[in-house]
Structure formats: C-alpha cells, structure tokens
C-alpha cells in the first residue's frame, strides 16, 4: 500500500475515535480482502469443504433410505434438526476463527502485542478473521433447513420463524463460547487442543439428531454440561409442534436458547481469567 | 531398496515424538467414536423390519465403525507437509540429486507419514474399543490373517494417494485442488462415513469399483469376516490393481512434472 499522507496522521487518533463496531467491520473487511486475494485456491478450498459437508448430509439420507425412520422421527424433522444445528456452528465458526486457532497465537508470543492495544482482547481475538471458506456449511444448512421446513408445511409462521432464529442464535453464542473456551484452554497448554472438537464438532454431530435417539449419559451431557440441547432439540421440537418424548413444557421449549447467551457469557469470565493467567512465550 | 527403508525408519522415529498428541487424538477419537455408534444403533433399533434384510448385522456395524475410528489417520488426509515445503522453498533440487529413484522417495515417506500416527492411536484404541465399546475380535484366524494382508494393501493405497497429492505441486504450488478434494472422496468413498453396505445397492455397486473401499471397507470386512474366501482375495487384489495402477500413473505424472519443474526460492 502506498504510503498515505503522512499530514494526516499527526493528529493522535484516541481510541475512542472508532467505535468497538466500526473497528469489527474494519477488521472484518481487511479479513475478507486477504482471503479473496487468491481467489481460485478460495473457490477450491469453498468447494472442498462443501463436499466434505455435503457428504456427511448424504450420510443421513441414505440411511433414512434403508430404514424410514429413526426412533419415530421422520427424514425432513431431521433436516430441520440438521440445518438449524449446522447454520449455528457455520455462522459462529466463521465469526470465532481467531479463537478456534488461538493457539498460534500464544505459541508465537503475539498475544502480547494484543495486550498493548487499548481495545478489548475479546474483539480483537475475533477480528483476526472472518472466514468465508466454511460458506458450503452453511449454505447446505439452509437448503436443508429449507428442504424440511416446506416438505412438513411449516409455512410462514411468525412465531415458528422467531423461534428457529432465536435457536440459531442461541447455538451461535453457544459455540462460539465453546471456541473461547477452547481458546482460553491454550493459555494453559500453549497449543489449541484436539480433544476440544469432541464437543465442537462432536457437538454437532450429536444435536444434528433429535437427543431422544442417544443413551441417557449422552443424552444428559449435551443437556446439563455442553447445553446444546437448548439451542437445537428443545426449541425445534416446538416448532414441529412434535410432542417432546422428555417431556418438557413448551414455555422451556421456546426460552431454553437463552441458556446459549449464558454459556457465552459465563465464557467470556473464564477467557478474563484465562488473560490475567497468561505469561508470554516469549518468542 | 536400504535407502528407501532408512528414510522409513528415521521419518517413523520422528513421528513417534508426538505422544501427547496421540494421547489426545485417541479420546477425540473415542468421543466420536461413542457418538456415531449410539447413532447408528438408533437406526438399527427404530426399524425392526429392514434390520432382518440389512447386510451387516449390529454388531458387526459396531466393530466396523470402531475399526474406522482406529484407522482414521489411514485415510490421505493431507498431503505430505515436508515435501510440500521442499517444492515451495526449492528444496526440491537436493531431493533431485539423491542418487534414488524420487517417486520411490517419496512413496516411503508418504508409508512413514501414513502409519505412525496409525499405530500409536490404534492399538490403544482397538484395545479399549474391545474392552468397553462393542468391538468384538476377528471371528477366526483366518480372518485375522486376511485382515492384516488388507492392511498392508490399505496402507499401500493410501501412500499411493498420497503421493499424487504430493506430484500435483509440481502443477499447483499450493495443491489446493486436489488436497481438499482428495479427503472428501476417500472418506466418503471408503465407507468411512456409512459402511458401503449400507449405501443404496446402485450406489454400492458403482463404489465398489473406485479404489477408496479398499482404504476401509475392504480392510474392515476381512477382520470382521463377512468378506471370505475367494471374495476375500477378490477384494485384496482390487487393492493392488489399483495400487500398480495409481504407482504407473503417479510415475508418469512425475516425469512429466520434472520436465517442467521450477526451482522455487534461493
């Protein structure tokens, strides 16, 4: 970049200049030109993980071919399952990058030099990138969400809509709490950890499925410890208007997603402490 | 062939380092691997009807899924982060002047890069999965026998793979390309993701004729016994086909990247 008008700049920009959005959106949109900077290896690498997705989703269909149902819930009920679920991860992954290979950071002693700015860990964490390779997750989540949504004639409900975008919300705070946990992790062990995708991608995997279908310890650990079920199989079967095997009360149906926000929330205090832990690598 | 055998060694020594990462791989593995087995026995358990028709029976679906949380780090995930690096920083002059064949080279790294990992996750793995989560053991000697003569052609596959992977950044730089298709065929194809006997039968049967069963699938059947006999060597010689097959192709490939190879860097 040619260098600007150095006249401009003797000015000392306070921080408080650039609203905490406005500096996002900056950093977002830097994020996104570095990543169309090569822009056959971003289609292919778009393209990759589409039909790595798409194959998984084919997975399901061929299985409902053999066996019609699962445990009483039919195919396009799962797609509902299947694209709230996986619109929530995509959306929250896209967003949350920089927490997800935060390791890095750490490792290279960087995180120092995000420590010096007068701006919050947390944005800057999330500045780092937006990625818009995932796009094939996210755009099958919506075509199957879709898919289900017509085929049980769910229609234009305003309240059923409201509630699927609040699920959605909700299992994006949820999991991009996850990531900030998995982050915050590093300060500790300096590198991002595997295991963590159990309850990531595991995550997903699990509540893609109504929970009805798993062994009670499953079953209670997506519930009571990783609250995914609150942000994918409560709200969705009110919106199926399916009665809940479980048993729940349609008035917890519609607010569990709050419980995402929570677990995001309770995310950002471990972070803060997860901060005042760190010792630079010093690399 | 003691070149080509040293590099094996040396390239195993170094893999073998990281057992922190082993150990963390395995739970990761086991976590997914609970998952997907209560999944699947979901399906099997809401449909009496089309059980009783189904090739592969529950718990020979338990094992068969649990054989591929194992095996995973067989499939060609990735290419080979070294010579990646070689081709992108011009290291790949000095691996021209090694007086051995590079093709050879690189097929030995790629068999080094493939089962390393595979072993140190492995055997803890299978021994846990058999202890606690369903696995059951091969059902005769026989079948055991079989099923490590399928590995072995696995692990061959897989490095054949793997080496195209690594002779497309001759054109590439980046491999990109083939590198993210590569994983989404061989886990889907392989049967990793549903046993192939559980695909449509149309479907099955065009599979069958791709080389990616004999990833998973081929081995995964020896051990549990529902591929015996004559079919049995069937299958084992599908692997090789394939493997002279990918090996005459991938050589060719190479010389004629070679001709017009730029040495990268200084």
Known sequence: MPPRNPARQTKPVSHSDVGAFRLYVRYVAISWRAQLQYRASFLLQCLGTGMITAGEFLVIVALFGRFKTLDGWTLPEICVFYGTVNLAWSIAEALARGFDDFGSLVKSGDFDRILLRPRS???????????????????????????????????????????????????????????????????????????????????????????????????????????LACVAYFPIVAVLGHPDPLGTAVVWQCLSPTVGFLFFGLSLLVWRMGVRHYSSTGS | MSPYLALLRARFRLLLHYRAAALAGIATQIGFGLILTSAFAAFYGSDQVSRQMLPLSLPNLMTYLWLGQALLGLLPWRMDGEVKAMVTSGGLAYELLRPVDLYGLWFSRAIALRTAPVLLRAIPLLILAGWLFGLSLPPSIEAAGLWTVGLAGAVALSAACTVLMSISLLWTLSGEGVQFAMPAFASFFSGHLLPLALFPDWAGRMIALLPFRGLMDTPHRLWIGTLEGAEAWGAIAHQWVWVALLVVVGRFLLSRGLTRVVIQGG
Do not use: C, K
């Not at chain 1, 509630?163 to 919300?169: K, M, N, S, Y």
């Not at chain 1, 982050?183 to 309850?199: G, P």
């Open chain 1, 121 to 227: 860990t947390v944005l800057q964490v999330l500045g780092r990138e937006f990625t818009l390779r995932r796009v094939g997750r996210f755009a099958l989540g919506v075509m199957v969400l879709t898919w289900g949504w017509t085929d049980l004639e769910l229609g234009w409900d305003g309240a059923r809509l409201l509630l699927v975008g609040f699920a959605v919300a909700g299992g994006v705070a949820l999991f991009i709490g996850l990531l900030v946990l998995q982050a915050t992790l590093a300060f500790w062990t300096v590198e991002s950890l595997e295991v963590m995708n159990i309850l990531t991608y595991g995550g997903v995997t699990t509540t893609q499925y109504p929970i009805t279908i798993y062994p009670s310890r499953l079953r209670h650990f997506f519930t009571a410890v990783i609250p």
